[in-house]
């Protein structure tokens, strides 16, 4: 069983950058797809950004694409998400997961949670 533990999170100015990591243990980290979700207060959670095992294909949510990068180093079991010329609206919880059949963007299908790093913006 996978344990994810989510951090990098804080608080920055619009436009500013994070850069948030996502650490596994209990399993190896290239048997996985590794996605990023977040949720907002009162809102549902949402798709952030997906990439597959090796690394070979990410996708985006079209809220953050061209700001934000997925990459992964197997080696080190770490997930990374970086986030750049964020806006007000990126404020949330993030979370990274893991799933083993398929790239997917829907949270229902992975496994595996960590529990969350909050990123908030100011304006």
């Known amino acids: 069983q996978v344990q994810l533990v989510e951090s990098g999170g804080g608080l920055v100015q619009a436009g500013g950058s994070l850069r948030l990591s996502c650490a596994a243990s209990g399993g190896i980290l290239s048997n996985y797809v590794m996605g990023w979700f977040r949720q907002a207060p009162g809102k549902e959670r949402e798709f952030v950004a997906v990439i597959s095992w090796r690394g070979v294909s990410t996708y985006y949510a079209d809220s953050v694409k061209g700001r934000f990068t997925i990459s992964r180093d197997n080696a080190k079991n770490t997930v990374y998400l970086q986030m750049n010329s964020l806006k007000s609206e990126d404020t949330a919880v993030y979370y990274c997961?893991?799933?083993?059949?398929?790239?997917?963007?829907?949270?229902?299908?992975?496994?595996?949670w960590g529990q969350g790093t909050q990123v908030t913006v100011s304006s």
């Open positions: 997961a893991a799933e083993k059949s398929r790239v997917s963007r829907r949270a229902y299908e992975y496994d595996y």
